[in-house]
T-cell receptor, first 110, second 116 residues
Framework: TQLLEQSPQFLSIQEGENLTVYCNSSSVFSSLQWYRQEPGEGPVLLVT?????EVKKLKRLTFQFGDARKDSSLHITAAQPGDTGLYLC??????????FGSGTKLNVKP | GAGVSQSPRYKVTKRGQDVALRCDPISGHVSLYWYRQALGQGPEFLTY????????KSGLPNDRFSAERPEGSISTLTIQRTEQRDSAMYRCASSLVSLAAYNEQFFGPGTRLTVL
């Protein structure tokens, strides 16, 4: 049983479209991280959110942490083929132990 | 600077053999983590260290798995009497600080273990 559920599992869209992926849990986390992983590589951190309700923007990516610190979303505006990859959320306990979700595999077609 | 390195990158072994997987973290990083990752899935927490102290090993699947970091730098994950179900990508990550809100983990390239 996954502590963090991510949806959708797979997403295939055309370049220029917008998308949102979700990360949900029944547990409260001290922090929530989003990573992107490309084939054959390790995950690379995109953002960390720590405050309930927090919103962070990274160029075309917008991350939100739920008010209760149990869930998060990642919104991508005007997706590009370079956004293709596996998007992972990770919930942190005491900032030092992290549980990862199962991931959303995004494919952006040119 | 050099990132996290792991060796070997690929390991094929026969069922029942012991294997040792090595992780060399970024110099000066306090925390070191071990994960196991199935293809297309997120990493599964195994254990982590702050300096040389193993803080949490609750993710180790059973007592055939052990890890050490004797000098607070390089770490070894050992799997005894390997079984086919142990086949997976084993990833190591390190982070500069411990117990910090913005604790960024840097992942290594992983060791692909195949047990025949």
């Amino acid at each position: 049983t996954q502590l963090l559920e991510q949806s959708p599992q797979f997403l295939s869209i055309q370049e220029g479209e917008n998308l949102t992926v979700y990360c949900n849990s029944s547990s409260v986390f001290s922090s929530l991280q989003w990573y992107r992983q490309e084939p054959g590589e390790g995950p690379v951190l995109l953002v960390t959110v720590v405050t309930g309700g927090e919103v962070k923007k990274l160029k075309r990516l917008t991350f939100q942490f739920g008010d209760a610190r149990k869930d998060s979303s990642l919104h991508i505006t005007a997706a590009q083929p370079g956004d293709t990859g596996l998007y992972l959320c990770a919930g942190g306990y005491n900032f030092n132990k992290f549980y990862f979700g199962s991931g959303t595999k995004l494919n952006v077609k040119p | 600077g050099a990132g996290v390195s792991q060796s070997p990158r690929y390991k094929v072994t026969k069922r029942g053999q012991d294997v040792a997987l090595r992780c060399d973290p970024i110099s000066g990083h306090v925390s070191l983590y071990w994960y196991r990752q199935a293809l297309g899935q997120g990493p599964e927490f195994l254990t982590y260290f702050n300096y040389e102290a193993q803080q949490d090993k609750s993710g180790l699947p059973n007592d055939r798995f052990s890890a050490e970091r004797p000098e607070g730098s390089i770490s070894t994950l050992t799997i005894q009497r390997t079984e086919q179900r142990d086949s997976a990508m084993y990833r190591c990550a390190s982070s500069l600080v411990s117990l910090a809100a913005y604790n960024e983990q840097f992942f290594g390239p992983g060791t692909r273990l195949t047990v025949l």
